[in-house]
């Protein structure tokens, strides 16, 4: 079973200066943050804030070829967490053929905004996630981000934009 979430921000981990992709479902309180890196963060980020830039960056690109290919991003699913490492699917369709794209979930959720289309959270994957070291090899307070990154508002957000 899979959970329809929403990209809730972009910031910077504190403790290891690593970007942090926010995903929260908005029916519940689940939240899943996945450290990114800073290139794909800056992707995200200018998508978020619907920055341009004089050519197309390559998530742009990834966009403009499925479109020029007549296909379309139906979903992205964040669908496995293996170790430390999350698996994304991207879901496309093409003249009524379904076509699934293993991808970083960085890069599907980049394409995803491009695309406006849903982004999924494979249910397994809040499960193992909720028990998941961060990046830093677990340092002791782990729980204590966990705990700080559920509980950020909208003012803290824009606190850490990148």
Known sequence: ?????????????????????????????AVLPIWVGPYEATAIWMEIEKSSTARPLTHDLLKNLVAGLNAQVQRVVVSELR?????????????????????????ALALALRSDCPIFVA??????AKVLPSPADAQPNE?????????????DMGKYKM
Request: charge should be negative.
């Open 143 to 155: 729980q204590d981000l966990r705990r700080w990154l559920e509980n950020l508002g909208d003012e």
């Open 123 to 128: 249910e397994e994957v809040l499960q193992a």
């Open 83 to 107: 170790g430390d490492t999350f698996y994304a699917v991207i879901w496309m369709e093409q003249n009524g053929e379904v076509v699934a794209l293993d991808a970083r979930p960085s890069d």
């Open 1 to 29: 079973m899979e959970v329809e979430m929403k990209i809730r921000g972009l910031m910077v981990d504190p403790s290891t200066n690593t970007p942090v992709l926010i995903l929260k479902d908005p029916n519940s309180e």
